[in-house]
């Protein structure tokens, strides 16, 4: 009887310790139909979508002169819009679009001291911001 439980210790023990890699292991991605939908506007919609989602966070955007699709981050897309305020100021807000249909804002001048991607514009929307 001493044997058995005497081997099954020394396995137990030879398996302490091993990392081993998972193999064949699939990433899932979970996507939202908004968030699909913002890469088929044009650019006043897009503007509008992105105006929205500032003010919704509790900033203003008096109006939106440039705007488009910075990349991805985990589960989110990163869009990038300009704001123009009273005086020529400009803003550029980083929203990040979530599975969930939620949105995240944030200063890019805040983003682009992050690990977070800059905010860059990579893609932008067909038509102009008038």
């Not at 900033?59 to 869009?79: P, S």
Request: glycine share 8%; aromatic share 6%.
């Amino acid at each position: 009887m001493r044997l058995p439980i005497a081997a099954l210790c020394v396995l137990a023990l030879a398996a302490c310790g091993e990392d081993v890699p998972p193999t064949n292991q699939q990433t899932i991605k979970v996507r939202s139909q908004e968030q699909d939908q913002l890469h088929q506007l044009d650019a006043m919609n897009l503007a509008i979508g992105l105006k929205r989602a500032i003010y919704d966070a509790g900033y203003i955007c008096k109006r939106v002169t440039d705007a488009g699709f910075v990349g991805e981050y985990k589960n989110l897309d990163m869009w990038m819009a300009r704001c123009i305020y009273d005086g020529k100021q400009t803003v550029d807000w980083a929203i990040f679009a979530g599975p969930d249909g939620s949105a995240q804002v944030r200063d890019c001048k805040d983003v682009d001291v992050t690990q977070l991607p800059k905010c860059e514009i990579k893609k932008r929307p067909k038509g102009s911001f008038g």
